[in-house]
């Protein structure tokens, strides 16, 4: 049996869902992930205070600044924990965009 570890979380730990991810790179060559998450509103009549609309748009949650070899390790561990998920669950189907995602 192999022996274990636990990982502490640093005091500022903090966990996030995210639906929508933006890559890309720095001139000085870091690479910058920007999470993004949905901001929903409602709106209501003031007197009845029945909904009457609602909107949303994407808002810049989470920046995260990576080394190149970091980002081509995490490109690694990604492409490998998708195929082990895809083994269980199925295939994950997306539109690919050229810039995103």
């Known amino acids: ?12 730990f903090v966990e996030r869902l995210s639906f929508k991810v933006v890559v890309g790179f720095t001139d000085e ?5 920007e999470f ?16 009457i609309e ?13 080394p ?11 492409e490998k924990s998708i195929k082990d998920y895809e083994k269980k669950f199925g295939e994950i189907e997306v539109e690919i965009s050229g810039e995103e995602e």
């Open 1 to 12: 049996m192999e022996e274990k570890t636990e990982v502490s979380k640093s005091q500022s």
């Open 29 to 33: 060559g870091t690479f910058v992930l």
């Open 36 to 51: 993004l998450k949905p901001e929903l509103s409602l709106y209501a009549e003031e007197e009845t205070g029945r909904i």
């Open 54 to 66: 609602h909107g949303g748009r994407l808002v810049s949650d989470v920046r995260i600044y990576l």
């Open 68 to 78: 190149p070899k970091t980002a081509k390790k995490m490109l690694s561990a990604l």
